[in-house]
């Protein structure tokens, strides 16, 4: 499994709020990913003039706001079945998933932190 890109999520129910703070410290949207699947979401990606990158998702559905560490990868089973059998947990409410352009899935640590593992689907 090679780590393609490592940045930090923030998972939210309203992104608007966010997303201005982000532009205010320097960051710009490159592109916007919304669908209905199972999870109605809109996934903001964001990047600075330093190339650091930030992903602002909103999902109307969750109770609170999370943090999360997004780890793109070039084989989503490999690294699904790496996590899991370290101890990582499927978070609640976030079955792992499919859409037209991803394979991902967020799991949480035995300590708590979440990942959200994701692999691009070449077409």
């Known amino acids: 499994m090679k780590i393609t890109t490592f940045n930090t999520s923030i998972i939210t129910k309203e992104a ?3 997303i201005k703070l982000f532009e205010e410290l ?10 209905d699947t199972d999870v109605e979401f809109s996934a903001h990606r964001m990047k600075d003039k330093n190339g650091f990158h930030i992903d ?3 999902v109307p559905v969750i109770p609170q706001t999370y943090t999360a560490i997004r780890i793109n990868v070039d084989n989503y089973e490999e690294a699904y079945e790496f996590f899991m059998s370290r101890g990582f947990r499927e978070a609640k409410g976030f079955a792992p998933s499919t ?8 799991l949480v640590s035995p300590s708590g932190f979440i990942i959200d593992v994701c692999e691009h689907v070449k077409k």
Not at 99 to 106: D, E, L, N, W
């Open 99 to 106: 859409t037209t352009s991803s394979k991902y899935a967020y």
């Open 56 to 58: 602002i998702v909103e």
């Open 26 to 35: 320097g960051f710009e949207q490159t592109h916007n990913k919304a669908e």
């Open 16 to 18: 608007e709020p966010v």
